[in-house]
């Protein structure tokens, strides 16, 4: 059953008529006849986590808002760059209304005025979209003053990007959306907390696929999807699959859905029957790489298996490769991405990613000695932890795990 | 033209000023706009950016320094990114990329000789399970191979020639 990608399942969910005609807005409903306290509780019975990468609870992103701010702000992370990953645009493009209404519910609940949904540049088409819903929206009384009677007032508002990976870092994308450079900030003060986030005002910051979920648990309510997934890991997810396999798609399929049914049963096995799969990387270019091995694949995709077997399951970007894929060059590839895509605020991240992609490029090239392995393997593990943002942590793991997994992958280029 | 006074961007700066509650936020959408009239961000967008926003013209220049969707130099009439990032380069994206610029005769990031092309990589557009793929001028065209890409260059060869008789 489609929760999110409901365009399958309904043809022209994106008309506000179709939307509302297959439960659309029962959700919002329900909230505005609850105290917005009671909605975060809502939220947080139903173990709701973050989409994004973090699988942070998501009520309880929602309840560290302070009540008594005047001003607060929900921002819409749509800004989807990370490698391999194209589930947020499915939703956004074929049932853009659920996003609006998972977004004013979230808003609703923290007592918002504003909305802003923060798409990456090249989606100009689907901010498009999604302002031709927001003026249908306000056309019914769903958005701006007095939404549907209840004296609640919120606006919706959508920005793009320009072509920046560290926008879909939350302090970055509210410091790009404040028209300064796209580079995250110090913390504390977080972004939920006065001074930290959008103006410097308490702001949620929440991924596409997060809020698209918020609907349901209200209309069904948190125990119909508490009985989704497993006990840590509720509801359905996207996984996003690509690379070498027969069907790359997004599918949605309840947490905890083991590595193997979404690459067998849907994905359909490897693309080529003679070349059996070698390795996945389940959270994008950012998450550490696996081998398929049998134990992998029976595994379930939950936050707290995949920590079980040395990875995560993020925003489940599941980038698979054959057995022909040379992991050196995955690396090399991987890394590339996080040199591009660095800020260049943090000297760790800048200057590391930098150097990794110089000297990766000498091992492929073969002209790298086996000390320059250990060297790469060296300057990964001093980038992780010491940057303000993430992504020196992420850009280090392609290093580090690719060399911890297929060593001869890496000696067949540096042979003495 | 200008897009200052220019009645085609009117209502969209207007509505892009409403919807921040600073001037300066505004920055990238105008940058967009600026882009949209010269064909890239020049000196000229530059600097009417800035005196909208009452910024310095250096600090507009350094957002726009910072953004790849913002060109800092004239492209050719279709500006086309080949991602081949990862997932799209395990379906032959580098392959396909290199082919481009050797059917087109251009190096990385150039341009054809007649304007028509320019072509470049880029990073992961959020389009893996569609790949090889690209954005032509920023409106993505998926599952390529060699064939679709040779209709496709001929159709725009001729859009841009009817385009140009027109004209003329």
Partial sequence: ?416 | MAIIGNPKYAERIDHHLAKYETKRSAVMPLLFIAQEEYGWVNPEGISEVAQILNLDPTQVKSIAGFYTMYSEQPKGKYWLQVCTDLPCALKGADEFHAWLKEELGVEEGGTTKDGLFTVEHVMCLAACDKAPMLQCNFRYVENLDQDKMRELLAKWRLEAAQAANGRG
């Fill in chain 1, 1 to 416: 059953m489609h929760i999110l990608l409901r365009g399958r399942d309904i043809d022209n969910i994106k008309q506000l008529d179709v939307y509302e005609g297959h439960g659309g807005f029962v959700g919002m409903k329900k909230a505005l006849a609850m105290t917005p306290a009671e909605v975060i509780d809502v939220v947080k019975a139903s173990g709701l986590r973050g989409r994004g990468g973090a699988g942070f609870p998501t009520g309880v992103k929602w309840s560290f808002i302070p009540q008594h701010e005047p001003v607060k702000y929900v921002t819409v992370n749509a800004d989807e760059s990370e490698t391999g990953t194209f589930k947020d645009r499915e939703i956004m493009e074929e049932n853009p209304y659920q996003l609006i209404e998972g977004s004013l519910i979230c808003a609703y609940a923290i007592q918002a005025k504003a909305i802003y949904i923060y798409l990456r540049g090249e989606f100009w088409d689907i901010g498009d979209q999604l302002d031709e819903c927001i003026e249908a929206l306000r056309a019914k009384g769903y958005v701006g003053e007095n939404i549907m009677g209840s004296g609640y007032d919120c606006e919706v508002y959508t920005h793009l990007g320009a072509g920046a990976y560290i926008c879909g870092e939350e302090s970055a994308l509210l410091n790009s959306l404040e028209g300064y450079l796209g580079q995250p900030r110090v913390r504390p003060p977080f972004p939920a907390q006065k001074g930290g986030g959008l103006y410097k005002e308490a702001t949620v910051v929440n991924n596409v696929e997060t809020l698209a979920n918020v609907p349901f648990i209200l209309s069904e309510g948190a125990d119909a999807f508490k009985a989704i997934g497993t006990e840590q890991s509720t509801g359905n997810k996207i996984y996003c699959v690509s690379g070498h396999v027969k069907r790359p798609d997004n599918y949605e399929l309840p947490m905890g859905t083991t590595f193997r049914e979404l690459l067998y049963d849907h994905a359909g096995g490897p693309l080529y029957e003679d070349r059996p799969f070698k390795a996945m990387l389940p959270s994008g270019g950012s998450g550490p790489i696996v081998p398929l091995t049998d134990e992998v694949l029976d595994t379930p995709m939950s936050y707290e298996d995949c920590a079980n077997i040395g990875t995560i399951i993020g925003s489940a970007s599941i980038i698979v490769m054959d057995e022909t894929v040379d992991m050196t060059w995955v690396a090399s590839k991987v890394t590339k991405f996080f040199a591009h895509e660095s800020c260049g605020k943090c000297t760790p991240c800048r200057e590391g990613t930098y150097w990794l992609d110089k000297v990766i490029d000498r091992i492929l090239d073969g002209r790298g000695s086996p000390d320059d392995v250990k060297r790469i393997a060296d300057v990964a593990e001093n980038m992780a932890g010491t940057t303000l943002c993430a992504l020196g942590d992420f850009a280090a793991n392609p290093i580090i795990h690719t060399i911890r997994h297929f060593p001869d992958d890496f000696a067949q280029h540096v042979q003495t």
